[in-house]
């Protein structure tokens, strides 16, 4: 059985872009699960994609919490994403005044 993903109550924090990070999200998940601390980073090749949090321990990174099922994590990145670049046109300084 596949699940979709209800994303709701997304907040992005754009930082200054450093080591390819160029903002943090968090959001509720089907109305049960907060997520946060998700690092919306540039790809290579142009656009973003979102790592979500590890911790280090001695030489390893343990992951906190991920999506393990492709699609379900398509969608939470194609919904943040949209938030992220929507919320950027906003900081754009190309972009017209009629903001």
């Known amino acids: 059985m596949k699940i979709k993903p209800k994303i ?3 907040e992005i924090v754009p930082i ?6 160029v903002g ?5 998940l089907n109305d049960v699960l907060y997520l946060g601390s998700i690092a919306i980073m540039t790809k290579l090749n142009g656009g973003y994609r979102l790592v979500y949090p590890t911790k ?3 030489d390893r990174r343990i992951n906190i919490y991920h999506p393990i099922e ?7 990145e194609k919904v943040v994403i949209e938030k992220f ?3 950027m ?7 017209s005044f009629d903001a």
Not at 16 to 21: D, F, L, Q, V
Not at 24 to 28: I, L, R
Not at 70 to 76: A, C, G, K, T, V
């Open 8 to 10: 709701t109550e997304i």
């Open 16 to 21: 200054k872009p450093k080591n390819g990070i």
């Open 24 to 28: 943090f999200a968090s959001f509720v």
């Open 56 to 58: 280090k321990i001695g």
């Open 70 to 76: 492709r699609n379900f994590s398509l969608e939470i």
């Open 85 to 87: 670049e929507n919320l």
């Open 89 to 95: 046109k906003k900081y754009d300084r190309y972009n």
